[in-house]
């Protein structure tokens, strides 16, 4: 049974710094791009960053760019999500989502596995 599972989410003042960790188990990591979304209160989920099988190459929203990182560790059958410099308007529900033989894509339908979603919460 695959599962994802998401941790590290919490309180923040603006401006802070938090990591989040998203383990995997059931599936072969390495055959999976992975990727983060988040959903705000009454939004839809949006991408946040995705990253290939090998962690070769990443990618980024806009909204993200020069302030988040992602990263993985296939030994350890884990994806990161490093937060900085967050905004209130980064405060969301983060997901994270697996792609089988994907390269890292922003769409949300090309995630076939998906992790229950950990609280983030940046205060002004």
């Known amino acids: 049974q695959v599962q994802l599972v998401e941790s590290g989410g919490g309180l923040v003042q603006a401006g802070g710094s938090l990591r989040l960790s998203c383990a995997a188990s059931?599936?072969?990591?390495?055959?999976?791009?992975m990727g983060w979304f988040r959903q705000a209160p009454g939004k839809e989920r949006e991408f946040v960053a995705a990253i290939g099988q090998s962690g070769g190459r990443t990618y980024y929203a806009d909204s993200v760019q020069g302030r988040f990182a992602i990263s993985r560790d296939n030994a350890k059958n884990t994806v990161y999500l490093q937060m900085n410099s967050l905004k209130p308007e980064d405060t969301a529900v983060y997901y994270c989502?697996?792609?089988?033989w994907g390269s890292g894509s922003s769409r949300y339908g090309d995630y076939e596995k998906w992790g229950q979603g950990t609280q983030v919460t940046v205060s002004s």
């Open positions: 059931g599936l072969t990591f390495s055959t999976y791009a």
């Open positions: 989502a697996a792609d089988k």
